[in-house]
C-alpha cells in the first residue's frame, strides 16, 4: 500500500511536469506578437529620402526613387 501512494504521487509529478513543458512548448508563439516585419528602407538618390522599399519606385538603372519625377530626373 505504501508503495501504491510512492507511485500515484510520482506519476502525478511526471504528469505535471510534462503539463509544464507542454506549456512552456506553446509559448513562444504566443509571447511574439504579430508585430509589423521591419521595411527594408531605401534612398532616394535624387532627395535623399528614406522611404519603404515597397513604396519605392524602380528606375531604369536599377535605382529606387521616392517619385515619378525624381525616378525620370535620376535616370537622364
Ligand atoms: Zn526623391
Same mark, same amino acid.
Given at each position: +500500500?505504501?508503495?501504491?501512494? #510512492? /507511485?500515484?504521487?510520482?506519476?502525478? &509529478? =511526471? !504528469?505535471? !511536469?510534462? @503539463? @509544464? *513543458?507542454? &506549456? ?5 508563439? #504566443? &509571447?511574439?506578437?504579430? /508585430?509589423?516585419?521591419?521595411? %527594408? +528602407? =531605401?534612398?532616394?538618390? #535624387? ?7 515597397? %513604396?519605392?519606385?524602380?528606375?531604369? %538603372?536599377? *535605382? ?13
Amino acid at each position: +500500500m505504501k508503495y501504491l501512494l #510512492v /507511485l500515484a504521487i510520482v506519476l502525478i &509529478a =511526471v !504528469w505535471l !511536469w510534462r @503539463n @509544464n *513543458r507542454r &506549456a512552456e512548448k506553446q509559448q513562444p508563439p #504566443v &509571447a511574439k506578437p504579430p /508585430l509589423a516585419s521591419p521595411q %527594408d +528602407m =531605401v534612398r532616394c538618390p #535624387v532627395c535623399s529620402v528614406h522611404l519603404p522599399r515597397t %513604396d519605392a519606385l524602380p528606375g531604369p %538603372d536599377g *535605382r529606387l526613387y521616392c517619385c515619378q519625377e525624381h525616378r525620370l530626373r535620376g535616370a537622364s
